[in-house]
């Protein structure tokens, strides 16, 4: 007999939405691509802004998840540098950086929506965890990490823009 699947009760429609869009990018990006670097700081600046809202949103202004945010922010572009951003990308003819597929993507932007869902349910529930001295700058550290991988590989991008226009430039004189 086939089993009726429910969205869980008390969540917007537009959560799923965003849920959906999030997985359909997330998906295009772990396959071979080439995007303009203008595009990828864009969805860089939109994710990063997904997740200090969602640090702002469950947690306020409060110095010290912003703080656990930005610690996990530096420490994945630290870190992103050296092992998230792709290898073998190339600039195009028209402008556009051949990107290497990856899951890093898909993974930033699944975990952001996962924790800020996460987030909403625990304070919906009124559940203790939210109270605990570790609840918020671990939740605002994993937000901030999530959103530097996303950007580690924006700048990957962006670098080898700026280095094969500088090269394509030298060769014309």
């Known amino acids: 007999e086939p089993v009726e699947l ?7 429609v537009w959560v799923w939405a ?8 997330g998906l295009r990006l772990s396959r071979a691509s080439t ?17 200090l809202s969602g640090v702002v ?8 998840p912003l703080l656990a945010w930005g610690l996990g922010l530096a420490a994945a572009l630290i870190v992103g540098d050296r092992v998230v951003a792709p290898d073998g990308m ?31 349910v625990v304070a919906g529930a009124h559940l203790p965890l939210a109270g605990t001295a ?5 939740m605002a550290g994993l937000l901030g990490a999530l959103g530097g991988l996303f ?7 962006v670098r080898v823009a700026r280095a094969q226009r500088g090269l394509v430039a030298r060769a014309a004189v």
């Open 18 to 25: 965003v849920f959906v869009v999030l997985l359909v990018v």
């Open 35 to 51: 995007t303009r670097p203008a595009v990828s700081i864009a969805v860089s600046r939109g994710l990063l802004a997904l997740s």
């Open 6 to 12: 429910e969205p869980p009760r008390g969540v917007p």
């Open 90 to 120: 190339r600039m195009t003819a028209d402008g556009r950086v051949q990107v290497t597929g990856s899951c890093v993507p898909l993974v930033a932007m699944m975990g952001i929506f996962v924790l800020r869902f996460v987030n909403g």
């Open 134 to 138: 570790a609840y918020a700058p671990v």
């Open 57 to 64: 949103g469950a947690f306020g202004a409060r110095p010290l």
């Open 151 to 157: 950007l580690a590989r924006t700048w990957a991008i």
